[in-house]
């Protein structure tokens, strides 16, 4: 246990913030509600690129597809001082954090020679197609189907609540590709050109006003059997591998940064009464508990141990932290939260997704429950039961 | 940075986790409630002895383990874990770190061997009753190598026979006039009131002092800041407990959640009963990370230390609290009753928040530092 640097990791982190000052960009890369998203994602991109030729931009992966090799030690610092300028790849994220990891465990070499130096470089910009009108909470009721057709395979089906999808160069999909077996039995894992005939993308709007989401209609798409990730039937253990990374990059946001915006408020306006002076500090409690929480989760994996029940409940602990930091940042500001664009306007619609996306609150829950303390699964109607015989709502609208 | 521990701290918990499991069990415990002591001697010899838990802060020059706050807090989380250890806590966290940061290099060679082996347990008093760390609420006078006042809520103070007091100078105030004084366990102008309580598992006693002998430690005056520093150490000691003791809560609801079946289920395969132990897990893990975060700033002395003290004592009194109220929940009415151990933890839990100063009072100091608190 050790939270100042080794002479060594001291040297690591004055050669990174070497390089971090003069290439660091200008302005925050942030989405904050209200941008341009073509030109954050321009920006991100750049940004990205610049790291990858420097060797910045995906330290934790294997050296031949860009990684460096870095100890447990040095990529903590790697993200502190990512963080410290307030780095930004959300629009990256679906390549960095969940596609990138998942084909590393899962994929073919083939597949990983081609997607991931891309994907680090910026060049590959990924979407999610997971979701679907009846299939949100009970993924694995999902009824997008992938049929074999010669080498190729031909998906059908709707997709949503695609983050980026309308920016994105390639989804990873889930389609059933046997709806004889039960419902985890027959899914496959794919890797999709957006660009396609038969792909269409709708946006929609949030309740931010912004564009996140989108909704994707794929119509006899015909997907290269090369982009089948593990066998026909794998795509649910690929998917929680997936689901897992999104998890814990939800969990691995700064949590002192929400924090601190709120105190910046709180000192602006000459300080706060004594009852809610301790509301904040129980919210830097939680905070700096949370990043504690967090950097010791990123040990674990590191070091490539099981980080245990820690890393399961990191994505709610930090949903609840926004929300709170949300709540507070609204009340600091008294009548003037009434205003258009306020400061905490974004953060106060934007903070009841922390607990939807990357699986809601209570999902989230159940598998802490059942992985972190071994509680018994739900007793499931659908299980063992093919997928064609299962009673269904609304997925095919 | 290394957010783990060694292999060596990691066999040194388990061989911990053993002896407690094997010669301080909460049934043990229980049973010792009732007792005149609430420790078996023999078992406290094994601990200080075999273990040499009582002196692993302690450097080896003054007949300890030379071990590092990390080491102790390992031992205090898994004491927590049955709320075992009796003494421990006052002996070898509470009063080695005063005698180490206040006595001289003199008194401190004649008073910490016999801490570390064991033979002396040992009890600090620095407030006159468990509050926020002011000087102020220090009022013992210490005149002519006698002090006069009280003491109240002293942990395990029926138990030592060395007891550390802080007193001041007739006439002082704030931190001024502040020192620490020694005071024999046996002393005439002594009196203990023993101050059964809230928590079954830990001794308390009020400490009346009317003239009994004592002998200043360290400089005189000047002891505030070391006490105040080992008051801080002391809440982060206690987070370690609390720590072990909620994690403990926890495995024991679950274990029930798993077992018991109604509806034809085990409960635990209800939504409702995940998500309550979901609750209580994910307060432990922030606790635990702030804890282990703490036990290392206190082993580096660090300037952190308050702030350490205010995060991991608040988060780790509320994640104990949480734990020991859903481990009687989860129980259902065989967690309500005297015989089941859930509130042993429940009644230790709430003694904890109070003990060395209320977290709302360590959070209103963080409030300040941080410039978030009006001027009134």
Known sequence: ?397 | VNFAWSEEQEEFRASVRRFVAERWPIAEVRRLAASERGYEPAVWKQLAGELGLTGLAVPETHGGQGFSWLELSIALDELGRELAGGPFFATACLSVRALQQVATVAEQAAHLPALASGETIATLAVLDAPGPAQPDAIRCRAERGRLFGEKRFVIDAQNASLLLVAAREPGSGGADGVALFAVDGGASGLRLEPAPGLDLTRRLAHVHLDGAPARRLGAPGSAWPALARTLAEGAIGLASEQVGAAARCLELAVAHARERHQFGRPIGSFQAVKHRAVDALTLLELARSAAWWGAWVASRGSEQLDEAAAVAHSIASEAFEKAAYECIHLHGGMGFTWEHDAHLYYRRARADRVLLGDPGAHRAELARSLGLLAPL
């Open chain 1, 1 to 397: 246990l050790d939270f100042d640097d080794s002479p060594d990791e001291a040297a690591f982190r004055a050669e990174m913030r070497a390089f971090l000052a003069p290439h660091a960009p200008r302005q925050a890369l942030r989405y904050r509600g209200g941008h341009d998203l073509a030109a954050t994602l321009a920006g991100q991109r750049a940004w990205q690129r610049t790291l990858f030729d420097a060797g910045w931009a995906v330290p934790a992966w294997p050296r031949e597809y860009g990684g460096r090799g870095l100890t447990a030690g040095q990529r903590q610092i790697w993200s502190e001082e990512l963080r410290r300028i307030g780095r930004a790849d959300s629009m990256l994220g679906g390549g960095l954090h969940m596609l990138g990891p998942t084909l590393i465990q899962h994929g073919s070499e083939a597949q990983k020679t081609r997607f991931l130096g891309p994907t680090a470089r910026g060049d590959i910009v990924w979407c999610q197609l997971f979701s679907e009108p009846g299939a949100g909470s009970d993924l694995a009721s999902l009824a997008t189907h992938a049929v074999r057709d010669g080498d190729d395979w031909v998906v059908t089906g709707q997709k949503v609540w695609s983050s980026f999808a309308n920016h994105a160069d390639m989804g990873f999909l889930l389609a059933r590709t046997d709806p004889s077996l039960p419902k985890h039995a027959g899914i496959g894992f794919f890797l999709v050109d957006m660009r396609a005939p038969g792909v269409e993308v709708r946006p929609l709007i949030e309740m931010t006003g912004g564009n996140h989401f989108n909704e994707v209609f794929l119509s006899g798409v015909r997907v290269p059997g090369e982009n089948l990730v593990g066998g026909p039937g794998a795509g649910w253990a690929l998917a929680r591998t997936t689901l897992m990374h999104e998890r814990l990059s939800i969990g691995s946001f700064s949590a002192l940064e929400p924090f601190a915006r709120v105190a910046d408020a709180v000192r602006d306006r000459g300080g706060a009464d004594p009852v809610t002076a301790d509301e904040l500090a129980q919210l830097y409690v939680r905070a700096r508990a949370l990043d504690l929480l967090s950097a010791r989760v990123r040990t674990q994996l590191a070091r490539g141990r099981d980080a245990g029940p820690a890393a399961l409940v990191l994505k709610n602990a930090m949903g609840d932290l926004w929300l709170a930091a949300a709540d507070l940042g609204m009340r600091t500001l008294g009548a003037d939260a009434l205003a258009a664009s306020s400061a905490f306007e974004h953060d106060f619609l934007f903070a009841p997704s922390m607990h939807i996306g990357g699986g809601t609150e209570e999902v989230v829950k159940g598998v802490a429950a059942e992985q972190g303390l071994g509680l018994p699964r739900e007793p499931d109607a659908s299980k063992g039961v093919p997928f064609e015989k299962l009673p269904r709502s609304g997925g095919a609208r």
